[in-house]
């Protein structure tokens, strides 16, 4: 079965740092590529960044570009999302999301707080 996990989340001060990973399994990993979405209370899912199969091609959502880096390890089949300066309008809930052509799956979601 299928299966993307998130972890890493938690309660940060303004500052601080996290690295999420998204542990995937039951497909081949390295045929998709990777992206993190959030989603904060009373708003729509929104894409964070987004990294292509192989690694070659990263791109950030404006909002996160110079504190935020995505990566992957194929041999181990995890993306990562580090994130550094936390603010508080990063507070959301962070989902792993894999896509290849018309397939796609999504993780079920880590929290990320960030407040003094």
């Known amino acids: 079965q299928v299966q993307l996990v998130e972890s890493g989340g938690g309660l940060v001060q303004p500052g601080g740092s996290l690295r999420l990973s998204c542990a995937a399994s039951?497909?081949?990993?390295?045929?998709?590529?990777m992206s993190w979405y959030r989603q904060a209370p009373g708003k729509e899912r929104e894409l964070v960044a987004a990294?292509?199969?192989?690694?070659?091609?990263?791109n950030y959502a404006d909002s996160v570009k110079g504190r935020f880096t995505i990566s992957r390890d194929n041999a181990k089949n995890t993306v990562y999302l580090q994130m550094n300066s936390l603010k508080p309008e990063d507070t959301a809930v962070y989902y792993c999301?894999?896509?290849?052509?018309?397939?796609?799956?999504w993780g079920q979601g880590t929290q990320v707080t960030v407040s003094s």
């Open positions: 999301k894999a896509r290849w052509t018309d397939a796609g799956y």
């Open positions: 039951g497909f081949t990993f390295s045929s998709y590529a």
């Open positions: 990294i292509t199969s192989a690694g070659g091609i990263r």
